[in-house]
């Protein structure tokens, strides 16, 4: 009994989660803008099954000719889906599978960090903010942008990690926030570019607070990165090195010149709900809404803390105090950076190009908002109507939960089901040239591209590997140091044979 009182909330979750992966239940599958994802999972499948790890190299890609996908994509949410479909399970339902897997883990992990921060009832309240954000639902439903919405998930395990060495400096959290980190890397690299200034700054929030050995837990903190680093290094290093020889720098700029791709302030309040694409101004074929509901309880928040210290009621909670505060600023600074007027910094930062999309900052403001709303649970205590009524936090948690529902859950649904099957998506028109056609950047800058389908199905892999089916051998370079272990760069050693 005691056992299902402890994870009651978790299993909330999860149960209330339904709706957001309703769809992926019913048969065929829909349209999205990243129409890749089955042939993706099909691929990763059949280099598992070959015995090649880590997967670098696709056979049936890149028009026929082979495809490094996975030395530059993000590759673990296909990692999770190719292994399932090399179990015997077809690639459309083992897509299925990882994009529920995904959904989930996004509730979960981010109960996780706010039970932590908010108690029990407020975790649960930011974790069902956070898996029924619209732009989640954006990401699921609309772009079919797998890679994002794993690296979503993961962002909370990372900041729960980081948090939680700081506080206790223990080597098991510093595992949990390196597996969140390296989990963000390694399902989406700009989401990872993306949060890693926040990390900094909660490390100056954290400094900030009353805790005694700064230093030390300091340490920890910075430890917990480096691990997340070193053991996602197999892939992001590579990336790094070898993406010169690609023309995956044809992507910045062009249809996705970040100037083009400013939203209007309007639309984050209200857009209308459309499975188009972005477009230069104020009109565009998909929202940009953070959630009225967010935004509200954000405000709340914001005000509630401000209340709260003004009254000095804080003083023994300035931890969570400061971590309000600071989820407040990350809430306004990530909304700052979709706008145009944080143009001078998109110019002056050019990294920052690679995100093309300058509205992918309302991930980071979802997240942050998800947060403040159990905040917002955790505030409610404090009020003198509690001795009066016992569970009125929770009938004030149910309720946003109620409301979030009926407000939300509508975005999780796709403009229309295509009764296909597997076949649709892994036959070899579609692996040599409709999903080649969405992915090419990754080819070497002088590859000639077919000009139509005949031409590329008569492609075959211009490079292949000695032995049925690769000769492989695998490099594991460790550094070590205060006790550690860098895992480092796993090179896939391939003998290049011309037909």
């Known amino acids: ?54 997967v670098r190299w696709v056979s049936d890609l890149g028009y026929g000719y082979g495809y490094p996908i996975f030395n530059f994509y993000a590759p673990l949410a296909y990692y999770f889906g190719g292994a399932i479909n090399a179990l015997g399970i077809d690639a459309l339902l083992s ?24 108690g029990k009832i407020g975790g649960l309240t930011s974790s069902l903010f956070y898996v029924y954000a619209p732009y989640h639902a954006l990401d699921i439903y609309v772009r079919g942008d797998v890679a994002e919405f794993w690296a979503y998930a993961f962002i909370p395990l990372a900041f729960y990690g980081f948090l939680k060495a700081y506080k206790e400096k223990k080597w098991k959290y510093i595992v949990i926030g390196a597996f ?13 570019m993306m949060i890693t200034p926040f990390l900094i700054f909660l490390l100056f929030f954290l400094i900030l607070s009353d805790t005694k050995e700064k230093i030390g837990s300091t340490f920890y903190f910075l430890i917990s990165l480096f691990f997340g680093l070193s053991i996602s290094a197999f892939y992001w290093l590579p990336a790094l090195v070898e993406m010169k020889f690609t023309n995956v720098l044809s992507q910045v700029g062009g249809g996705a010149n970040f100037p083009d791709h400013f939203v209007c302030i309007g639309q984050l309040w209200s857009s209308p709900w459309a499975y188009g694409g972005s477009a230069l101004g104020c009109t565009d074929g998909l929202s940009f809404m953070i959630g009225k509901l967010h935004i509200l309880v ?5 005000v509630g803390v401000s209340l709260l210290v003004l009254f000095k009621k804080h003083r023994q909670d300035t931890e969570k105090v400061l971590i309000a505060v600071f989820s407040f600023l990350g809430f306004i600074f990530s909304i700052f950076l979709t706008l ?83 076949n649709y998506y892994t036959n070899e028109y579609s ?37 049925t089916p690769i000769e492989k051998s695998a490099n594991l370079i460790s550094i070590s140091g205060i006790g550690t272990l860098f895992i480092g760069i796993i090179l896939s050693r391939k003998r290049l044979i011309h037909e």
């Open 1 to 54: 009994m005691n056992l299902i009182k402890k994870f009651l909330p978790a299993i909330l979750v999860i149960l209330l989660s339904y709706w957001a992966i309703k769809p992926l239940f019913l048969s065929g599958f829909f349209p999205i803008h990243d129409d890749t994802q089955v042939a993706r999972v099909y691929e990763m499948g059949k280099a598992l099954t070959d015995g090649m790890f880590p």
């Open 431 to 467: 692996l040599k040239w409709t999903t080649s056609k969405i992915s090419d950047e990754y080819l070497p800058k002088d590859t000639k591209k077919p000009k139509n389908a005949k031409e590329a199905l008569l492609n075959k892999q211009i490079f292949i590997f000695k032995e």
């Open 298 to 302: 954000s405000i709340a928040s914001v």
């Open 340 to 422: 145009e007027v944080s143009k001078f910094i998109w110019q002056t930062i050019s990294p920052m190009a690679f995100f093309q999309f300058p509205w992918r900052f309302i991930l980071m403001v979802s997240f942050f908002s998800s947060l403040l709303s159990g905040e917002f649970i955790w505030l409610i205590t404090f009020l003198p109507i509690k001795r009066l009524f016992p569970h009125f936090v929770l009938e004030i948690s149910a309720l946003l939960i109620f409301a979030l529902l009926f407000l939300n859950v509508k975005f999780f649904i796709p403009q229309k089901f295509l009764q296909v099957n597997p």
């Open 95 to 118: 897509t299925k599978i990882m994009m529920i897997v995904g959904i989930i883990l996004s509730g979960v992990f981010m109960y996780l960090l706010a039970r932590e921060l908010w």
């Open 180 to 192: 969140g980190f390296s989990g963000v890397i390694l399902s989406h690299n700009l989401t990872a």
